[in-house]
T-cell receptor, first 113, second 112 residues
């Protein structure tokens, strides 16, 4: 499985945009890019995923570089509730469609009021 | 719609004791997963089940067994608990052909 590299931690101010980077220089053409986040004392929750094009949903936006070797999760307006560990994960579809995910260390986002 | 539920929420075991962690989902998902998360670390996959009646090993399967009882339930068994198995255990599920996994609240296990 291709690996991802994320900063260990980042800080943001409340109500400002946050850009969380992820490098994945060994990504293959069929790897999807997923983002999950884990709030304190909770299980992870899905945020967004994409393949080649930028993606938007109610939680965030995902900007994917043209060469796909990096991506950025964008939280448009951080709130205190967005303080969490954010995981960038690559996943290659398999014939069995199991969807298993390999989690790294993630980026711990602190949001200051 | 409860999503993914896990029992128990907390458990303390002595070394050598056995126990089963229970997981159930009510979303009619085919795939289910067990992960463990050690302090300050990301999640590691223990076992997964792509469909009822099938199970496969993940990254760290040693010391664990699993059982996909039916489509809803996926249990994780520790036959002889060891202190190295002290961790938080998460169960997850998802549909075929999509990678949005839904996670349970976790079971915090301490082995003394």
């Amino acid at each position: 499985d291709a690996k991802t590299t994320q900063p260990n931690s980042m800080e943001s101010n409340e109500e400002e945009p946050v850009h969380l980077p992820c490098n994945h220089s060994t990504i293959s053409g069929t790897d999807y890019i997923h983002w999950y986040r884990q709030l304190p004392s909770q299980g992870p929750e899905y945020v967004i995923h994409g393949l080649t094009s930028n993606v938007n949903n109610r939680m965030a936006s995902l900007a994917i570089a043209e060469d796909r070797k990096s991506s950025t999760l964008i939280l448009h307006r951080a709130t205190l509730r967005d303080a969490a560990v954010y995981y960038c994960i690559l996943s290659r579809p398999s014939s069995s469609n199991t969807g298993k995910l390999i989690f790294g260390q993630g980026t711990t986002l602190q949001v200051k009021p | 719609n409860a999503g993914v539920t896990q029992t128990p929420k907390f458990q303390v075991l002595k070394t050598g004791q056995s126990m089963t962690l229970q997981c159930a989902q009510d979303m009619n998902h085919n795939s289910m997963y067990w992960y463990r998360q050690d302090p300050g670390m990301g999640l590691r996959l223990i076992y997964y089940s792509a469909s009822e009646g099938t199970t496969d090993k993940g990254e760290v399967p040693n010391g664990y067994n699993v059982s996909r009882l039916n489509k809803r339930e996926f249990s994780l068994r520790l036959e002889s608990a060891a202190p190295s198995q002290t961790s938080v255990y998460f169960c997850a599920s998802n549909r075929d052909k999509t990678y949005e996994q839904y996670f349970g609240p976790g079971t915090r296990l301490t082995v003394t």
